[in-house]
């Protein structure tokens, strides 16, 4: 087989590809996760990580058009997956989903704070895709993870209340500034959380002031 004709095949796959994609979403969406969460399960459990790449980005890209609870959830879920391009995938539709229906979004996290084991990739990616979302509820929802028990999710909740540039989230940080547990910086260096809290208030507080 030719360059030209693998091409052509490619091409020919990606049409395919859409056309289902649209199929399925034309389909009642209680049917559609019916039909993708136990893929999703599966491909999350997986030790062949192309195979599971390959399910969980189509299923991510799926469910970014699928509203409701179970599809947020399921997103939380791919976000936690060690690899990158289905967390990649599932935090595009998240923070979409974050911009069109916050709400929805909000209580999903929520919810990743109560269900999820404290070493879950997710807990230490949601901040961060929360600071992209400008919206006033991003303060409150940074502040509970600086209760969890990971200081890799915890560090990322400190970096992302500066990022959101609120005043209030100085107020949150304080209770956290003799807290010795540490967290690689730069390379090899290493700070406790207490120092990072104590240097992210302060540039809290130096915005209110401004």
């Not at 004709?5 to 049917?31: C, M, N, P």
């Not at 028990?149 to 003799?178: I, T």
Request: glycine residues 6%; without cysteine.
């Amino acid at each position: 087989m030719t360059a030209a004709e693998r091409v052509q095949k490619i091409f020919d796959a990606e049409r395919t590809v859409r056309a289902l994609h649209g199929e399925l979403l034309r389909e009642d969406s209680k049917a559609l996760l019916a039909a993708v969460t136990p893929a999703a399960r599966e491909a999350l459990a997986s030790k062949d990580e192309a195979e599971a790449v390959v399910r969980l980005v189509r299923v991510a890209e799926l469910l970014a058009e699928v509203p409701g609870d179970e599809a947020t959830d399921l997103l939380v879920d791919i976000l936690g997956t060690e690899h990158g391009e289905a967390r990649l995938s599932a935090g595009e539709a998240l923070e979409e989903r974050g911009y069109s229906r916050f709400k929805e979004l909000a209580l999903a996290v929520e919810r990743a704070l109560d269900r999820l084991p404290p070493t879950s990739v997710a807990l230490e990616e949601l901040p961060y895709l929360l600071a992209e979302i400008p919206e006033p509820g991003v303060t409150k929802l940074l502040g509970r993870f600086l209760a969890l028990d990971s200081a890799e999710a915890v560090s990322a909740a400190v970096e992302a209340l500066v990022e959101v540039g609120d005043p209030a989230g100085a107020k949150l940080l304080a209770q956290l500034e003799k807290d010795s547990r540490t967290v690689s910086v730069a390379g090899d260096a290493t700070i406790t959380i207490g120092e990072l809290a104590r240097e992210a208030g302060e540039l809290l507080r130096r915005v209110r002031a401004e």
